[in-house]
């Protein structure tokens, strides 16, 4: 049976990519993904064959996969971060309905929720929640809701694509639906191009927060009322006896 792999390569330095994506990758022909990636591993894999699509081309993209696979080669799509979060893994199974001969398999990758909480040190270390501000796929009223009822429970947010050429004020827009429960300074932390070059983070209150410039290699990160600086670092108490006793 023809079998593709659907990768999850992680926040872009080959050192986070886990053990079992990389020897899957080395194993395979063909690796197929958004230019960005692929270069991210030309230079680990150079003896592959890689093939992209552009932007907005991923349905595009997956079908490429299932064809390169039908032709008798082992192939691999890969994402940033992990597959099945924004990933390709969704739609790899949706196309894969079209070619039932065809086995697939995930191979999870490290998101960047966890990749960038790691960098700012434990945001996110009880519940939370991810949201995209992309309104690509989903309506901007629905993005709202999502928002409006985690600021709600007072729970830490993760932002996934907090802006694009064409979205410049989401971000602003995205904050000031969070003051309608949040506190103008609960602390926020925004980690860029992680595990790339140019990876830096910095620290923000909430209502500074609406000012600051992100892109699409930005992920945002709201904590909640308990939410504090411990040693240059954002951490969220997750309730041990300790913690109580500091806070």
Known sequence: MKKIYII???????????????????????????RVYLDLLRPHYPDKEYLSTPMTKEAERCRL???????????????????????????MHTVGRDYPDTELETIPGVTAAL????????????????????????????????LLAAAQADMPIC????????RRDFLKKACDLLLTYANEDTLCGVAEKIGRAGEHFA?????????????????????????TLINGKMVTPRGYDAEKKAF
């Open 8 to 34: 999850g390569i992680g926040p872009g330095a080959y050192e986070q990519l886990t053990i079992k994506a990389a020897k899957t990758l080395a194993a395979c022909d063909t690796i197929i993904g958004y």
């Open 203 to 227: 620290f923000y209150s909430l209502k500074e927060l609406r000012g600051v410039s992100v892109n699409m290699f930005t992920t945002v990160f709201i904590g909640c009322s308990r939410t």
């Open 115 to 146: 990749s960038g909480a790691a960098m700012l040190g434990a945001p996110l270390s009880q519940d939370f929640a991810v949201i995209s501000l992309s309104d690509l796929l989903t309506p901007w009223e629905t993005i709202e809701k999502r």
């Open 65 to 91: 996969c299932f064809e390169k696979a039908g032709a008798g080669r082992k192939v691999a799509i890969v994402c940033s971060g992990d597959a099945g979060v924004y990933g390709m893994a969704g739609l």
């Open 159 to 166: 932002l996934y694509n907090p802006s694009s050429r064409h």
